[in-house]
Structures are given as C-alpha cells and as structure tokens.
C-alpha cells in the first residue's frame, strides 16, 4: 500500500515501494446531480539494478590489474556496464564497457578509485566503486661477497698526534675487522677505516691489516704501516712576538683551519668550475711514476676518472703509497680518503664525512650542506664539524670544533663571489716537552673574502676580505691573522708583518 497525496483531486501522487511490484488504483468522478463513474489504472513499479565493482585491492607497480565487476536485476536484465576513473594517475582502461576491465598498474606508488555504472532494460542505474592500492616493488639488495679495491695505505703524523687507516671494499653487509700485523684484532665493526690516537715513537712502524667479511666469505687486505715522526723543537710564547716559533704557530693554526675548510668545501674562492660543494680533489700531483696509486673507487668498485658521480648514498675514495713524480723526486706522497656523501635530490646538498689521512692531517670531517637559489642568487651554507682526534702537525683539535662557510655566486652561477668564514676551534699545541697548551682565536673570528668580475672597470682589486683573528697560546697573543685573496685561493698574511718595529710587534692587540 502507498499513501496518496492530494487524494481528492484529479491529479493526486505518491512514492513508489522500494519493492517491485505492480500497484492498481481507482478513479471515481461524481456529477453534480449524484451520478458517478469509475475507471482503474496499473502502475507496475521497476526495481532499481545493484552494481557490485568488487573488493578493494592492493597491486604491485606495473602489474596487469582486472576489475571485476557484476550486478543484478529483481525484475529485469542489465542492459550496460561503464567503468570510469575517478582520482589517482590516469590510466588507460581496457573493455571499460563490459563487467570486467583491466588496465596496467603506475610505475610508482599510487592510490587509484573506479566507479562501476550499471544501467537495466527500462533505465534504471545504479553506481559502485572500487579502489586500487599501488606499491612499488622492492628489489632486495644484490648480495656480493667481499672484494677489495683499496688496500690500506701507509700514514705519516706526528708523536701525540693521530693516524687514520683506510681500506675501500666493495660487497653487501660488510664487517671489517682490524688486526695487527701479528694477527691480534684490534677492531671489529662496520668501519672500513683504523683511527690510531695520542700517538707515540714507540708506534713507528706498526702494520695493520683487515679482513672484510659477509655472509657469502671473507677478503684479507694488505699491510698499511705507521711512521711516527718525533717532535724536535720547544715553543716558548713568552718570547718575542716575532720570534720564528710564535710565528710558525700563529701561521700553523690558521693554515689548519684554511686547510680544514677547503678539504670540505672544494673550489678555492675564485675559482671556475668543478664539482662545487664537494671536497676537492685529493691524489698525489701526478699518478705515480714510480709508487702504488690505486686510483679512485666508489662504493669500493673501480671508477672511470671523470665520470659524473650518482646521487644518492655513495661512498668514493682514492689511496696512493709511496708515489713520486719523477726519477729525481726524493720525497715519497702517501695518502688516502674515504668520502661518504648522501645527496639524496641535488648534488652538493645534504651531508658529507671525510676520512681523510695526508702526511700530518689525519682524522674526519662531517659536513651539513645546504644550497639555494640558482643563477644570480645561487649560494651554499656548509656546518663543518671538526671530530675530536682530528691532528695536523702538533696540532690537535680541543674536543669538538666546528667552521662555519657561507658563500654566494657570482651572477654566472659558477664562481664564488664572496665568502664568510667564520671559526669556532680550539687546538692544542705539542712540543717536544709535550703538551704546550691550547691556541685559540682571542677576538675577530670571521673572514668576509670578496671577488670582483668587473674585468678591472671600476679599478677594484679583484679580490679583497675583511676580518682578522688574533691567535693566542694560553694568556700569550701569538700574531694576528687577516685572509689575503689571491688567484690561489684564500691564503693568510701574518700581522704584524716580520719589518714592523719591535716596539710595535711587541703590543699586539
């Protein structure tokens, strides 16, 4: 039974059942003299189709995907089937008109919805929808037994100081266990480097090797040797302040902290071109004419010189033993660094740990980089941190140091305009009594170096800086240090300079 409305006129209405079914009703008129007539009329109500799109799924990318649909009809027959895509990337659906389509999955992730039309013999339509969950597929890691492609190389410090040992090996999963040349294992862990620290003359000579292991078998490197070098001289800062030891200290700092900075950030103030944002290129100055020199590996794989480096997590380094540049050399270069970089979108943006072992530099370096702009407004941020143990020379950092680097480009996008440096270390000081104190910056600790492309039309020098640091060993201010541009670089002049009077070397600020 249904409920009429407006039952006493000629035109009354009424809301269908939700069933089917036929529903017959009467019409009676009556005259103005009493006299009436009745008719009847059927209404057969149609019921509506139910579309059913399927469940919800979950897919790899790049698989073939079908969508299943169906439907029914209490009192009649599905006339039409239409599938459509209502959000995600679009796809191309295959028989989009028919109960069952199929379409290709993305490449990538990806959340996809359809919806199901389904339309019966007299008109009636119903809609439903489904939604596909795509997931990239995850390639496990290809295993690989170990295999070395840097052997250790031989480091060169000073007593007190430290030596770092490294070794590049390529495989999955690796452990590196670091043993004496006697076999004793001294470390064991995930390290492919050996730091040696506080080190003395009775170290001179002491070998090392590792054994590189993993699940699928193991690879024995060669020996890397130690030299110890013995500390002959005696810093006395209560002397002159131009006497050569305040000097060479003052000068031995500052070439530290400059040496420090350029390890990290690669081209020179200055100049063209390059890997910018990326350590400058270590190696001896020429490939080995005589010595070992392994070239250059990343990830522990030999590397193509000059080949563009990938984005990503990767790590690259270069060792070289013994090496001289030609038959009348007489002094030997041994060195070597391990780079790992995670540059996960742009290169030289995100962070950076060198390892990195010279004659007298020896310990690691970790960076935080971060680039903006482009063009005329390129510039990049660098937060060194100098790691506790890090020692060039007779000089080892106090603890945790750091250098802050922001510089700018020059309209080209490619040549360093400006920079300003600005230093937060500490070092201590030996001598051959031992330990001597600790040199730090008294006051002035920034430099501001500034290029000019002007091609020489205003009549400015083509470099300029500001700023200075005063140098000081314990309560003694050692000299005073301002960055002089040059073509070469940032470089240091010592203040006050070696012709001064005494009487005005002797007041420093």
């Known amino acids: ?204 000579g002491n070998c090392y090797y590792v054994v590189v292991s993993n699940d699928l078998g193991t690879a024995t490197s060669e020996q890397g040797c130690l030299t110890v070098e013995n500390i002959d001289w005696v810093l006395d800062p209560s002397d002159d302040p131009a006497n050569a030891d305040d000097r060479s200290y003052a000068l031995g700092f500052g070439t530290a902290l400059l040496n420090l900075t350029q390890t990290v950030t690669g081209p020179l103030t200055g100049n063209v071109g390059g890997m910018l944002g990326f350590p400058q290129q270590f190696g001896p100055a020429e490939n080995c004419f005589m010595g070992t020199y392994g070239g250059t590996t990343i990830d522990g794989l030999p590397v193509t010189p000059g080949a563009t480096l990938p984005l990503g997590h990767h790590t690259l380094s270069e060792s070289w033993n013994d090496c001289y540049s030609d038959v009348d050399d007489t002094d030997p270069q041994n060195g070597a660094y391990l780079v790992e970089y995670d540059f996960p979108q742009v ?61 700018r480009y020059a309209p080209d996008g490619f040549r360093v305009d400006e920079a300003y440096v600005t230093f937060h270390a500490m070092m201590s000081a030996f001598d051959a009594n031992g330990g001597a104190g600790t040199i730090g910056i008294r006051q002035g600790n920034f430099f501001h170096l500034r290029q000019h492309f002007d091609d020489g039309d205003s009549g400015e020098p083509e470099f300029s800086s500001t700023g200075t640091m005063t140098v000081s060993l314990g309560r003694y201010g050692l000299a005073a240090l301002e960055p002089s541009g040059t073509q070469r670089g940032w470089g240091f002049r010592l203040l006050p300079d070696e012709e001064c009077p005494a009487d005005t070397c002797a007041d420093l600020p």
């Open 1 to 204: 039974a249904v409920t009429l409305a407006s039952p006493g006129t000629a035109t009354p209405s009424f809301t269908a059942p939700a069933s089917a079914g036929a529903l017959t009703f009467q019409l009676t008129v009556t005259d103005n003299g009493g006299a009436s007539h009745s008719d009847t009329i059927t209404v057969t109500v149609n019921a509506i189709p139910v579309a059913n799109a399927g469940a919800d799924q979950n897919v790899s990318a790049g698989a073939a995907v079908s969508l299943a649909g169906s439907a029914t009809d209490a009192d009649g027959s599905i006339a039409s089937y239409a599938w459509t895509q209502t959000s995600g990337p679009a796809v191309t659906l295959n028989d989009a008109n028919s109960a069952t389509a199929t379409f290709t999955a993305p490449a990538g992730p990806a959340t996809l919805a359809f919806a199901l039309t389904v339309t019966d013999d007299r008109g009636a339509t119903h809609v439903d929808s489904v939604v596909v969950t795509v997931t990239a597929i995850v390639i496990p890691p290809l295993q690989l037994a170990p295999s070395i492609g840097q052997q250790p190389n031989h480091p060169l410090a000073l007593e007190h100081g430290s030596a770092m040992m490294m070794v590049a090996a390529a495989g999955s999963d690796l452990t590196y266990e670091w043993r004496r040349a006697d076999g004793s294992v001294v470390k064991t862990g995930p390290e492919p480097f050996l730091l040696r620290t506080n080190l003395s003359t009775t170290q001179d």
């Open 347 to 407: 290169w030289g943006a995100g962070t950076l740990t060198i390892h990195v072992s010279e004659p007298y530099f020896n310990g690691t370096l970790q960076a935080d980089i971060v680039t903006s702009g482009s063009g005329t407004t390129r510039s990049e941020q660098f937060e060194i941190a100098i790691l506790e143990d890090f020692s060039i020379g007779d000089l080892n950092i106090a603890n945790d140091q750091s250098i802050d680097v922001d510089r």
